[in-house]
C-alpha cells in the first residue's frame, strides 16, 4: 500500500487551526483521523479547526472529551471527537458503541488513537503532533490512499 507523508511546522495556535480547518473543508464522510502526540501538542487545537471546516456551528465549543470519552457534533457530516487518553483497554469501548461510530459514514478524530492500533483501518489519515518549541508544532500527515485528502489545500 502506498505511503503518502506531508509534514508542515506550524509556528502558531491560529496556524494550526488554519490546518485543521483545511483539512475538514477536504475529508469526505467515513473518514477517521488518527492524533497521536505528547500532551499540549495541539492534538485539540487541530480537531478545533477541523470541526470549522465541517461547518460546526460555532456555538459547539470544541473540547476534549477525556472524561466522556466522545462527543458529537452536528455540521456538514455527523462530527465525533474521541479522546482515548484514559482508555485502558479497547474492550471499555464496546459498551459505548464506539466501533459503529467508526464503521459507518461519519467523520472521527480520535486522539491517543495509538491506543487503538489494531482496530483502526489502514486507510485512516493518521497524524503526529511534535511539540518543537513553545509555539511552534510539527504536524507529519501520513495517509495510506491518495483520496483521502487533498494535500495542496493544506
Known amino acids: 500500500m502506498k505511503e503518502t507523508i506531508y509534514t508542515k511546522i506550524s509556528k502558531s495556535l491560529q496556524q494550526t487551526l488554519l490546518t485543521g480547518e483545511n483539512i475538514g473543508r477536504s475529508i469526505s464522510p467515513g473518514?477517521?483521523?488518527?492524533l497521536s502526540g505528547d500532551l499540549g501538542s495541539?492534538?485539540?487545537?487541530l480537531v478545533q479547526g477541523i470541526a470549522k471546516?465541517?461547518?460546526?456551528?460555532?456555538?459547539?465549543?470544541i473540547?476534549?472529551?477525556?472524561?466522556?470519552?466522545i462527543n458529537q457534533y452536528p455540521?456538514?457530516?455527523?462530527?465525533?471527537?474521541?479522546?482515548?487518553?484514559?482508555i485502558n483497554n479497547s474492550n471499555e469501548?464496546?459498551?459505548?458503541?464506539?466501533?459503529?461510530?467508526l464503521n459507518s459514514k461519519n467523520i472521527v478524530a480520535i486522539e491517543w488513537a495509538e491506543k487503538l492500533k489494531n482496530h483502526i483501518s489502514s486507510s485512516s489519515i493518521n497524524i503526529n503532533m511534535q511539540i518543537l518549541d513553545d509555539t511552534s508544532r510539527l504536524i507529519t500527515i501520513k495517509l495510506?490512499?491518495?483520496n483521502l485528502i487533498d494535500?495542496?489545500?493544506?
Do not use: M
Request: charged content about 20%.
Open 31 to 34: 473518514t477517521v483521523i488518527c
Open 42 to 45: 495541539g492534538k485539540t487545537a
Open 53 to 61: 471546516g465541517l461547518c460546526v456551528p460555532a456555538k459547539y465549543y
Open 63 to 69: 473540547t476534549s472529551p477525556t472524561y466522556n470519552i
Open 75 to 86: 455540521g456538514k457530516y455527523p462530527f465525533f471527537h474521541a479522546d482515548l487518553y484514559r
Open 93 to 101: 469501548l464496546d459498551d459505548i458503541g464506539f466501533y459503529e461510530i
Open 144 to 146: 495510506y490512499k491518495d
Open 151 to 154: 494535500l495542496k489545500v493544506l
